[in-house]
């Protein structure tokens, strides 16, 4: 049994130690990687591959450098496990590693922020629709049926990007308001303001009924 798996069985799920269970999930995960545990990168691989995947479709709308960005982001969580000290969750970590990468990836092409994903593109950058298969659901998820999802994912590649990103953080990856803070470095603030713009947004985009049922995730 792995350290991370062996942590995780000493708590019951929803149990008022459930906070716990996250501080010590992500200490096992940061002594792991510090001494180069060779299954627990796989482990990780195999729990998060779906939600970083989904994250970065998210923010490129690009398959390919998506999948591209996807190795990238395994190779720097290798290379550079030791730099995770566990203070925080190691999701929020791989994320802001992969907004990172995604931007350092767009200046190539002369863009110095994320916000101008979509200022400058070709047929390549344009939006699509896109499912990632993944067992555990999400708060999207759990009040969506399959074509909702499909309405949802195509009203969010229409916002702009720093709106759907703390969307996307917020309800597809369930990050509170303070772990977005950390992904995106701004200020609790900002996260906020952008998170009710992109409501307001995506608002227009839905039914009035979906909309209320989202906005009480």
Same mark, same amino acid.
């Given at each position: 049994?792995?350290? /991370? ?13 459930? +906070? ?56 720097? /969580? ?36 994320? +916000? ?8 390549? +950058? ?47 990856? +369930? ?43």
């Amino acid at each position: 049994m792995s350290a /991370v798996a062996a942590v995780r069985s000493l708590f019951a799920p929803g149990s008022v130690a459930v +906070d716990e269970q996250v501080r010590q999930e992500s200490l096992a995960v940061s002594a792991g990687l510090k001494r180069q545990d060779a299954g627990l990168l796989d482990e990780l691989i195999v729990r998060y591959q779906h939600r970083l995947l989904r994250y970065l479709l998210y923010l490129t709308s690009n398959r390919e450098m998506a999948e591209d960005l996807f190795q990238e982001v395994w190779m720097r /969580v290798l290379v550079r496990g030791a730099q995770f000290n566990g203070n925080s969750r190691f999701d929020t970590w791989l994320f802001t590693i992969a907004r990172n990468l995604v931007i350092d990836q767009r200046r190539k092409r002369t863009m110095s922020s994320l +916000d101008e994903l979509f200022e400058v593109g070709g047929d390549d +950058d344009r939006p699509m629709a896109f499912e990632v298969a993944d067992d555990d659901p999400t708060p999207f998820d759990r009040f969506s049926n399959l074509e909702d999802r499909q309405r949802i994912s195509g009203a969010l590649m229409e916002l702009d990007t720093l709106y759907r990103e703390v969307l996307v953080l917020r309800f597809h990856e +369930d990050l509170s308001l303070e772990e977005i803070s950390k992904v995106t470095r701004a200020p609790l603030s900002t996260v906020k303001s952008r998170l009710y713009r992109g409501m307001a947004a995506l608002k227009p985009k839905l039914d009035p009924n979906r909309m209320r049922r989202l906005e009480a995730v």
